[in-house]
């Protein structure tokens, strides 16, 4: 039987893991953490009895994912929960916009910018299904739906303050650059917009839903299904080089692409390894967690339901704080995106105490304590919310690199979403799984279709690693 080695346990390379394993491979995980999961694992971090999900928190795009729908993760255990409503932005004095399923009831909200908004997103939230299953997968490849992935693209190639521009209303503009906001790159940028429009239209067209019992119901499912299939793995085992896994047919590298480096070592082909050396990410988060008391007192009153809130004030204001972090300075008033996840699954709080989840945009390996900046920030939209406080839990740049190795400098979303790498990651080749090496690929979220925790990276890899054997 062949037998394949997974490096890492993100839900890349669960899904890997888990696809291989299904095409009849024997397969092993290693995960130099105590804990398998990655970015899908959650825990008690500030008082007993409150969930907090650790890094990924919001799933828009892994809820009908080919990988999910192919190993129904929702047989498996997977259960999907919504907020009242998907996402808010909260302004300066009180007012605010609040995203919702439906379009239409979306814009009506927005006042003068409502009609710009229809006119982007009604068309594409239509079409999403087949939009999405087009940008899961290598941006080079040929569409099988290709007006609707143009369309797609149009908007999407624009800097996100060009297109906010075509929101009229100041609300209708800092609702999408909120959404913008999370490709950490500066408004002004090319392709800046593509974030923004493909989680906005997610938002109307699936929702932004979180796992009930936690991000870690994810990787519990995928496991649930590769121990059907044989899955075998191990915790705390750190692999520095491809010798320490023995002669194995196939390995899959869960991993960034400085580290597959350093595991692959001098086996690694000269052009792929200048590639791997040139591959950049992004800036930091800095992340905390708060045990509230009777949750937060937002004055904007569409904020109090919302999965989401993003703070960072006027489009104007994001603009300036997002263009001084990429450029590696920390802004006294950083963009701070709030998860209130227990609006959709209640059996995170406990006792009328409700867990929290904050993180601020901060520049790569920033070194400084942003704790004092994000609770600011909530209080300025949240009068009294200090004072609400019983517990918290702090992991700066540093700490979520030591907590995840694939963070590097506290880069959660595992590589800089500039225009070029959106296009060409991790390196600018037709096959960016292969590593150049026969049997090594790299299945992590630095390669298409990039972060999140629809595992789609892995299962893509995995595919392109089964086809690579068949031909051989």
């Not at 906005?200 to 936690?214: C, D, L």
């Not at 991993?255 to 992004?282: E, K, N, S």
Request: charged content about 20%.
């Amino acid at each position: 039987m062949t037998e394949a080695v997974v490096v890492g346990s993100g839900p890349n390379g669960l899904a890997a893991g888990l696809t291989l394993a299904a095409s009849g491979l024997r397969v092993r995980i290693i995960e130099a953490a105590e804990t398998l999961g990655g970015g899908v694992r959650s825990s008690e971090l500030t008082l007993p009895g409150l969930l907090h999900d650790e890094c990924s928190g919001f799933h828009p795009l892994a809820v009908e994912s080919p990988f999910a729908q192919r190993f129904d993760l929702a047989g498996a255990g997977l259960t999907w929960r919504w907020a009242p409503t998907e996402f808010a932005h909260p302004l300066p004095g009180g007012g605010g916009a609040v995203a919702v399923r439906s379009v239409e009831e979306t814009a009506r909200g927005l006042g003068d910018g409502g009609a710009g908004w229809r006119r982007v997103f009604g068309p594409l939230t239509e079409r999403f299904g087949t939009i999405s299953q087009e940008f899961l997968q290598p941006v080079l490849h040929v569409p099988r739906h290709p007006v609707h992935l143009a369309r797609f693209g149009a908007y999407a190639g624009l800097p996100a303050s060009l297109l906010a521009r075509r929101f009229g209303s100041p609300e209708a503009q800092a609702l999408f650059a909120g959404v913008a906001a999370h490709a950490m790159r500066p408004f002004g940028s090319p392709a800046s917009s593509a974030i923004g429009v493909a989680l906005t239209t997610a938002a109307h067209r699936y929702g932004w839903p979180v796992a009930e019992g936690g991000s870690a119901s994810i990787r519990d499912a995928i496991l649930a299904r590769a121990k059907e299939h044989g899955v075998t793995w191990e915790t705390g085992r750190r692999i520095d080089s491809l010798d320490e896994l023995g002669d194995v047919d196939l390995v899959m590298l869960d991993t960034a692409p400085g580290a597959a480096a350093r595991i692959i070592g001098d086996r690694l082909p000269g052009r792929v390894r200048r590639g791997y050396r040139r591959y950049r990410h992004g800036p930091g988060a800095f992340k905390m967690e708060f045990a509230v008391a009777e949750g937060v007192p937002w004055t904007f009153e569409g904020a109090r339901e919302a999965g989401t809130v993003h703070l960072g004030g006027t489009r104007q204001e994001m603009a300036r704080s997002e263009r001084e972090t990429c450029a590696g300075r920390m802004p006294g008033k950083p963009f701070v995106l709030v998860g209130q996840q227990f609006r959709a699954d209640p059996s995170r709080s406990a006792d009328g105490v409700h867990p929290l989840y904050a993180y601020a945009h901060v520049p790569a390996g920033y070194d400084g304590d942003a704790a004092e900046l994000i609770t600011r920030r909530i209080e300025e939209y949240a009068p009294g919310f200090r004072d609400r406080i019983l517990a918290t839990h702090v992991r700066s740049p540093a700490d979520l690199a030591e907590h995840n190795a694939n963070y590097v400098g506290g880069d959660v979303v595992t590589g800089a979403n500039d225009a070029l790498q959106l296009v060409f990651r991790p390196r600018a080749t037709l096959r960016p799984y292969s590593t150049g090496v026969p049997g090594v690929y790299l299945c992590s979220a630095a390669t298409p279709p990039g972060a999140g925790a629809h595992g789609m990276c892995g299962y893509i890899a995995a595919l392109a690693a089964l086809d690579h054997m068949k031909n051989r």
